[in-house]
């Protein structure tokens, strides 16, 4: 369904990626975690290709890219519908509406009429339970509200996968909880899902197989019982102390 | 004596109420007429090459952020009224008919190519300031660079852009005085020959600083009104 095939990615001298392959089935979810600057960003970004890997290659159903040939803007454009990206620190569009932000791929993207992105819209919203937001600015929600919105925004594209990059860990502790109910309603109605988180609880729960990252490289994966409660490695087992801490 | 004779200027007498009075609709007719329009046209033709010149500096392109660069900073590097010389006496003296400008059409090259070069720079920095996580969000839903310009990024610069826009077009309509200079029948230009006739310097400039001045409060007002609406989504 979705995979990343020997990915290596330099900024300059620094390699962030090195020879990093994932593979994720329709309707599991992946959680990636690792220390900060191990490359989890890097690797969602590859994978909607905000970032252009030097080499290897990602595909989504049957479309491939091959990095290490000229890659076109088409191409790029045509894999990013496949795939909804939600932010760290949400990025909603602060000009528009709540049901703006969220009719904008749809309508300017993908040309569909604006009644009908208007009820998917609408719908996206209750399902994430802002159906009484729709016309109000990102600026008059609550930080948990926005990243709502922008999991419905992305959404609202119809994506094949979901990324996530850290989406609560902007948030005060008391408003992740209904963000991840989010993201937990969307596992189980079987959305394909990749989510570089922290939330434990939320890995523990949800994801099908648990990567942990260091330095660029995939350093274990397993279910998360196998990475969580009997890690093989000594620096997996160094982060999960570090994390319970 | 001198205090007499001081205090003689500065009260107004009937005679200088009616010179007031004699000069104010020649002085308002030289504001619609070619104030105004001048102003108006040359702040218009001047974003436009502002914006192009803008998209050409961050382009990427060299050749295009090239030339954008060079516009600007001979722009900026010479005065307007040498500019206005250029334009008007420097090309209509090169027997080439076509770039023999009427007064009018001279100064609005010159104040267009001069705000363009400002103006670009404010869109510049507009655009610049704009959080790179827009563009990004853009992307992700599929937009393409000018599908991305034109709904997330330019909306939002164009708020961040209004006061020092509003700044330029202000000072715009001061430097149309300069046009007085090739001979446009504008405002100050009216104003001088009032003088040579009423022999009346102070009275006449302070009406004409008064009028700049009102025209230039009304604006700052629509200026007001423009922002208050723009920042309906910020807290
Ligand atoms: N655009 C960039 N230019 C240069 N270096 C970059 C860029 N983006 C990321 N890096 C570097 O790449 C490395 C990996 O970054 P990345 O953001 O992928 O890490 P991360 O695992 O997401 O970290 P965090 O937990 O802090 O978000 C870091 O060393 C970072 O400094
Ligand atoms: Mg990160």
New interface residues.
């Given amino acids: 369904m979705l995979s990343m095939t020997n990915i290596s990615k330099k900024f300059g001298d620094l390699e962030v990626l090195k020879d990093i392959s994932i593979n994720v089935d329709q309707g599991k979810v992946i959680v990636v975690i690792g220390p900060s600057g191990s490359g989890k960003t890097t690797l969602l970004r590859c994978l909607n290709v905000l970032e252009q890997p030097e080499r290897g290659e990602v595909s989504i159903d049957d479309q491939t890219i091959d990095f290490s040939q000229k890659v076109t803007k088409p191409e790029i454009r045509e894999l990013r519908k496949q795939t909804g990206m939600v932010f760290q620190n949400y990025n909603l569009f602060p000009h528009l509406t709540v049901i703006q932000n969220i009719m904008e791929g749809p309508v300017t993207v993908q040309k569909v009429d604006k009644a009908e992105a208007r009820e998917v819209a609408i719908r996206l919203l209750e399902k994430v339970g802002l159906g009484d937001k729709a016309d109000v600015y990102p600026y008059q929600l609550s930080g948990g509200q926005q990243q709502r919105v922008g999991i419905a925004r992305a959404m609202a594209i119809d994506p094949k996968v979901m990324l996530f990059d850290e989406p609560t860990s902007a948030l005060d502790p008391e408003l992740i909880g209904e963000v991840l109910q989010v993201m937990k309603d969307l596992a189980q109605e079987g959305m394909t899902m990749v989510v570089v988180t922290h939330e434990m609880s939320f890995a523990k729960d949800v994801a099908d197989e648990v990567v942990f990252m260091d330095g660029g490289y995939i350093v274990e994966r397993g279910s998360p019982t196998e990475v969580f409660e009997n890690p093989q490695q000594d620096r997996t087992k160094r982060f999960l102390n570090l994390l319970q801490h | 004596m001198a205090k007499m004779y001081l205090l003689n200027n500065i009260f107004l007498n009937a005679a200088d109420l009616q010179t007031l009075q004699d000069s104010f609709l020649p002085l308002m007719r030289g504001v619609l007429y070619y104030t105004v329009p001048l102003t108006l046209i040359s702040f218009f033709i001047g974003l436009l090459l502002a914006v192009i010149t803008a998209l050409f500096r961050i382009s990427g392109v060299k050749l295009l952020s090239g030339i954008a660069r060079v516009y600007v900073s001979i722009i900026r590097g010479t005065p307007l009224l040498v500019q206005l010389f250029i334009v008007f006496y420097g090309l209509g003296n090169l027997g080439i008919e076509f770039l023999k400008f009427d007064p009018f059409v001279g100064a609005l090259i010159a104040l267009s190519l001069n705000t363009g070069a400002y103006a670009s720079e404010i869109i510049r920095a507009s655009i610049l300031s704009i959080?790179k996580?827009?563009w990004?969000?853009?992307?992700?839903?599929?937009?393409?660079y000018l599908?991305s310009l034109k709904?997330?990024i330019l909306?939002?610069a164009t708020?961040v852009s209004i006061p020092p826009l509003s700044n330029s077009f202000i000072g715009l309509v001061k430097e149309t005085s300069l046009a007085s200079t090739i001979l446009v029948a504008e405002m100050f230009r009216k104003a001088q020959e009032i003088v040579a006739t009423t022999y009346q310097p102070l009275l006449i400039y302070m009406e004409v600083a008064a009028i700049y001045w009102v025209i230039c409060f009304i604006l700052s007002l629509i200026q007001d009104q423009i922002e208050a609406r723009l920042n309906?989504?910020?807290?």
């Fill in positions: 959080d996580g827009q990004e969000a853009a992307e992700s839903i599929g937009m393409s599908q709904r997330v909306p939002q708020r309906r989504y910020v807290k």
